[in-house]
C-alpha cells in the first residue's frame, strides 16, 4: 500500500510547528515521518524527542523527524527505505514555499499517496501579512494551493476580526473547509484522514472536538463513484471523506480532502460505506445517497 | 629561501603604481617585487626563469561565482548549441540540430558496454533552435533499451525518452500537473518542466546529486578547467557544507598539485540562522592557501529564464505570474543581523529586481541596528537591479556580482519575452555599478555558462547577444574596466583583495599566463586571448600537461 503524505504548509508563525506536535501526540499508535525544510529548530518538542543524531531524530512512538535542505526527492526516498516503515509522512514545508509544487514531487514519487495539503493561517497576522508587497502573492498562492485551511490561534483576536478573517479567507480561497484549531488541536481524522485504513489503531471520535462530526454514506444501489467524490469535493462543508462504493462496473475507492478527490477502481469487494468528517454546523450531506450519524 | 625572477614578454599587474612590468620575483610562494629586472635584483640571489618570455602575465583571474559541479558534468554528453572545452582539453563542437544531438548522444551510448545504462546530455538549449520541441520519439532513436535524459541549459527542462519514463513510473495516462505536456496518445511527450517534475524523475537516473554533491573527482576536475581558464581562485558558491564534506575539500584541495584556490560558501538551507553563522565562524581556522572558508550564500528568489526570479510592478513581459521567495524577508534579515554581529560574510542571489530590493532593505535595516564598517556583503548575479538600486547599494557598502555571460546567451530571450526591450538594456549593469560605485565583478556561474574570465570580461565589454546584437550599448565597460573586474573586482567581493588580485609585492604568487596580450587586440576579440596556463602560489600549471 503506498505511503500518505500529508503536507502542512503556511507563512512563518502560522502554527505549523504547534501542529506538528499536536498530530505526533495524538496520532496514537501511528509511526510518522516529519520532513522539515525549515531555516528553523527542528518543530519537534523537547520531551517528545527520545535521540537525536543530528540528521534524524527519533521521536517517541517511533516516529522520526529529519531536515531535508535543498533535496526533497532524496528525503522522500530515504523515507521509503526506513525500516520499519512509517504509516505517515508529514511535510512541513518552509514559510515561502509554495505548497502545490511539492505536491507535485510528492505525486511523481512512486510508492507516495498523496493525502492533501493543509494551509495554515494566523488569525492574528495572515492580513498584515498580505499586505506586505514582498509577500501579498505568496500569501494568496499558498492559501489557494491548500485543501484545507486552518485558522490558528482563534482566541487572540476578537470574535468580529475572526469572521472578518474568515470572509477574507474565503474571498482569497473560495469553498475550501476553515478549521479553527486553537494550539494546533485539528482533530487526526481531519488532518491526515481515517488513519485506521492504513493499519493504526481505530480512530477517535473527535474527543475534545466536538465542533466535528462525521457522517457515513452508504449508498445501497450502484452509484456514478466520480459523480459522488467530485460532489463531496465541491462541498466546503465536508473537510475529508473516504470508504468504499459500488459502481456499475465494480468497487471504487473515493478519496477526498477538501476540494481534492481521487476515485480509484478496487478489484476485490468491500463493505460499502463513505465516511465523511466535517464541522458540526456545516457538514450538510444532499446529495442523493443514504447516510447515517456516526 | 629560493627566489625566482620570471621574465615575461609584458607583465599587466592591476596594480595602477606600476600597471606594466618586465620581470616579477616569486619567493615562498608570494610576490617579492613586480619590475624591471635591475630593480628586482636587489632583493638578493635569484635564479632567473625565462620560460614566460614570449607570453603575458596577469594576476590570476578569480571567479566569483561557479560551482564545482562543472568537474562532475563532463562525465554526461554535453549537446550545447555552442563549442565548448571539458576538462580533459578536448573541445566539443555545439550541435545545431536535433539529428545532431540525438548522433551524439547514440554515440555515447553505443560506447557503453551495457543496453540499459542511461546516457545522460547536458547543455541543450532549444532557444537557438527557433524553440523546436524534442520528444520523446526523438530521444527514442538513441535508444529504446536505455533511459535518455537531456537537461537543457536554462536548469527548468528536461527531455526524456520512452525507457525512462517507464523507469521513473510516469509512462501512463492521467497527468494533469502543467510541466507535463501530453502527446496526442495521452502519454507524457517527453518533456518535464520545473525542478519539482524534474527532480523526482531524475533521481532515478542519479541526476539529483550531479548540481549538489562534491566528489574527488569534481574538485579535481573543476580545478583543470580553471587551469584552462587562467583561473587561480575560484568559488563553490553554495554547499551544504558540514564536517564529512568538508573533510573532502581539505583532503583534495591539500593534495600537493591541487592548482587552484577554492573558495566554498555554505548555503543557507537546513540550518538555523545562528547554527549557520556560528558554522561558518567555526570553519574560519581550517582556511588554508587553497580552501577559504566561512562565508555564506543565501538564495533569495529564482531565475528570470525560468520566470522563478521576483521582479517589481509590472512583472514579466510575457504575462507570467511573479517567481518564488527561497526566504523569508524576516529570515533573511536575521541572518543578515547575527552574520554582521560575527563579522560573517553574506552572499546573496538575487536574480529578479523585488529580490535585490528584499536584499537591500533587509541589510539596511540589519546595519541600523549592527553598524559594520567593512562588510562587503555581496549581490550575487542581481540581473535587473535599476540605477536607484546601484545607489542604495553603494550607500549600503554593498558590493555586485554581475552576470555578464548570461547577458549573451539569454540577451535575446530576456529581450522579446522575459522582461522586455528596455529593461533587458539595463540587465547586468556594469556601467551603471561602476558609476555608482559599487564594487563590481562579473562571473560564469559555471556550470551554466562555460567558465572562461577573458570570454566573461568580453561580454561585459561587448554586451553582444547570440543574435550579434548589442544589447544595453550604454552598460558596456572598458577592457581595462573589466579586466580589472575579473581580478581585483573579484578579490575584492571576496575580501581576499589583499592577497590577489594583482601582481604587487607581498600577494600570493598567482599568475594568468596568456599567449597573447589582452590590452593590445581588438575589443571583440578579447575571447579568443588564448590561455597558457597559470602559477598559483608559486606552481605552473601548464593547460596542456593537466
Redesign the interface.
Known amino acids: 500500500m503506498p505511503l500518505p503524505v500529508t503536507l502542512i504548509a503556511g ?2 508563525g502560522s502554527g505549523k510547528t504547534t501542529l506538528v506536535n499536536y498530530l505526533l501526540r495524538n496520532a496514537k499508535g501511528c509511526r510518522l515521518a516529519v520532513l522539515v ?1 525549515d ?3 527542528l518543530p519537534i518538542d523537547a520531551d517528545l524527542i527520545e535521540a537525536d543524531d543530528g540528521t534524524v531524530v527519533q521521536i517517541a512512538g517511533g516516529c522520526v523527524c529529519c ?8 528525503a ?2 530515504s523515507v521509503l527505505e526506513m525500516r520499519p516503515r512509517p504509516n505517515h509522512v508529514l511535510i512541513e514545508a ?3 514555499s ?1 505548497p502545490g ?2 505536491a ?2 510528492v ?4 510508492g507516495l499517496w498523496f493525502n492533501g495539503t493543509l494551509v495554515l493561517a494566523d488569525a492574528e497576522q495572515i492580513r498584515r501579512n498580505a499586505a ?1 508587497s ?2 501579498a ?2 500569501i494568496t498562492r499558498q492559501l489557494r494551493q491548500g485543501d484545507l485551511l486552518i485558522l490558528t490561534k482563534p482566541d487572540l483576536v476578537p470574535d468580529e476580526e475572526l469572521a472578518a478573517t474568515a470572509n477574507w479567507l474565503e474571498t482569497i480561497a473560495p469553498r475550501r473547509p476553515v478549521v479553527h484549531a486553537q494550539f494546533g488541536a485539528v482533530p487526526v481524522d481531519v488532518a491526515l484522514g481515517s488513519l485506521s485504513a492504513h493499519g493504526a489503531g481505530p480512530a477517535d471520535k473527535f474527543n475534545g472536538h466536538s465542533r466535528f462530526k462525521s457522517v457515513v454514506l452508504r449508498p445501497e444501489r450502484p452509484v456514478d463513484a466520480e459523480a459522488m467524490a467530485s460532489a463531496l469535493a465541491a462541498n466546503p462543508g465536508v473537510a475529508r471523506a473516504k470508504g468504499f462504493v459500488l459502481t456499475p462496473s465494480g468497487y471504487a475507492l473515493l478519496h477526498v480532502v477538501g476540494p481534492r478527490y481521487t476515485v480509484e477502481s478496487i478489484a476485490c469487494s468491500h463493505p460499502i460505506g463513505v465516511v465523511c468528517i466535517g464541522l458540526d454546523a456545516e457538514l450538510e450531506l444532499d446529495c442523493g445517497f443514504e447516510s447515517q450519524i456516526a | 629561501m629560493r627566489t625566482t625572477i620570471y621574465s615575461a614578454k609584458k607583465i599587466i599587474t592591476m596594480n595602477a603604481n606600476r600597471p606594466n612590468v618586465s620581470h616579477v620575483a616569486v619567493r615562498g610562494g608570494r610576490i617579492l617585487g613586480a619590475g624591471t629586472l635591475a630593480e628586482l635584483e636587489g632583493w638578493g640571489d635569484y635564479v632567473l626563469d625565462e620560460r614566460f618570455k614570449d607570453k603575458v602575465l596577469m594576476p590570476g583571474f578569480v571567479e566569483g561565482h561557479g560551482h564545482s559541479a562543472a568537474g562532475a558534468l563532463w562525465d554526461h554528453v554535453y549537446v550545447g548549441w555552442f563549442d565548448d572545452v571539458d576538462s580533459d582539453g578536448k573541445r566539443w563542437s555545439g550541435l545545431k540540430s536535433v539529428d545532431d544531438v540525438v548522433e551524439r548522444l547514440k554515440r555515447a551510448g553505443d560506447e557503453m558496454t551495457d543496453q540499459t545504462t542511461p546516457v545522460i546530455g547536458w547543455g541543450f538549449d532549444p532557444i537557438y533552435m527557433s524553440n523546436k520541441r524534442i520528444g520523446r520519439a526523438d530521444l527514442d532513436r538513441v535508444s529504446t533499451t536505455r533511459p535518455v535524459v537531456v537537461m537543457q541549459a536554462s536548469g527548468h527542462i528536461m527531455n526524456v525518452n520512452t525507457r525512462a519514463l517507464e523507469l521513473a513510473g510516469m509512462l501512463r495516462t492521467g497527468h494533469t500537473h502543467p510541466g507535463i505536456p501530453l502527446g496526442d496518445d495521452g502519454l507524457p511527450a517527453g518533456e518535464l518542466k520545473s525542478p519539482e517534475i524534474m527532480t523526482p524523475v531524475g533521481r532515478h537516473f542519479g541526476l539529483d546529486s550531479v548540481m549538489v554533491t562534491a566528489n574527488e573527482a569534481s574538485l579535481r576536475n573543476y580545478a583543470r578547467l580553471c587551469v584552462r581558464a587562467g583561473v587561480t581562485t575560484t568559488t563553490d558558491l553554495g554547499v551544504e557544507l558540514d564536517d564529512t564534506l568538508l573533510g573532502l575539500y581539505e583532503n583534495v584541495t591539500g593534495e600537493p598539485d591541487y592548482p587552484v584556490c577554492l573558495v566554498v560558501l555554505r548555503i543557507a538551507f537546513g540550518a538555523t540562522p545562528t547554527d549557520l553563522v556560528d558554522y561558518c565562524v567555526s570553519t574560519r581556522n581550517r582556511t588554508t592557501e587553497r580552501l577559504d572558508l566561512g562565508r555564506i550564500k543565501v538564495i533569495a528568489d529564482g531565475s528570470i529564464q525560468g520566470f522563478t526570479a521576483r521582479l517589481r510592478w509590472p512583472g514579466y513581459y510575457n504575462g507570467a505570474e511573479n517567481g518564488l521567495w527561497y526566504i523569508a524577508p524576516s529570515q533573511l534579515e536575521q541572518i543578515y543581523e547575527l552574520a554582521l554581529m560575527k563579522n560573517v560574510q553574506v552572499h546573496t542571489h538575487t536574480n529578479g529586481d523585488e529580490a535585490t530590493q528584499l536584499a537591500i532593505d533587509c541589510l539596511g535595516s540589519a546595519l541600523g541596528k549592527i553598524g559594520s564598517a567593512d562588510h562587503r556583503f555581496t549581490l550575487q548575479h542581481c540581473q535587473l537591479a535599476s540605477t536607484a538600486q546601484f545607489r542604495q547599494m553603494a550607500s549600503l557598502g554593498m558590493c555586485v556580482n554581475l552576470f555578464a555571460n548570461h547577458h549573451f546567451y539569454w540577451g535575446d530571450e530576456h529581450s522579446h519575452l522575459t522582461v522586455g526591450p528596455e529593461r533587458a538594456k539595463r540587465m547586468n549593469a556594469c556601467r551603471t555599478a561602476l558609476e555608482a560605485g559599487v564594487p563590481m565583478t562579473i562571473h560564469s556561474d559555471v556550470p551554466v555558462t562555460p567558465l572562461a574570465p577573458l570570454f566573461t570580461a568580453w561580454a561585459a565589454v561587448n554586451r553582444l547577444t547570440a543574435s550579434g546584437r548589442v544589447l544595453g550599448a550604454h552598460q558596456c565597460i572598458s577592457v581595462h574596466e573589466a579586466l580589472r573586474a575579473i581580478t581585483l573586482g573579484a578579490a575584492y567581493t571576496l575580501k581576499l583583495d589583499d592577497e590577489i588580485g594583482s601582481i604587487e609585492v607581498g600577494k600570493r604568487a598567482d599568475f594568468a599566463v596568456l599567449e597573447g596580450d589582452p590590452t593590445e587586440v581588438d575589443p571583440i576579440s578579447l575571447k579568443d586571448v588564448r590561455v597558457w596556463g597559470t602559477v598559483q602560489g608559486g606552481r605552473i600549471f601548464a593547460a596542456a600537461d593537466i
Not at chain 1, 505525486?107 to 512512486?110: G, I, P, R
Open positions: 507563512y512563518l525544510n531555516f528553523g529548530d531536515a531535508y535542505g535543498g533535496n526533497l526527492s532524496r522522500l526516498a518552509s514559510g515561502v509554495l509544487s511539492i507535485a514531487t505525486e511523481l514519487t512512486a506586505s514582498y509577500l502573492d505568496t
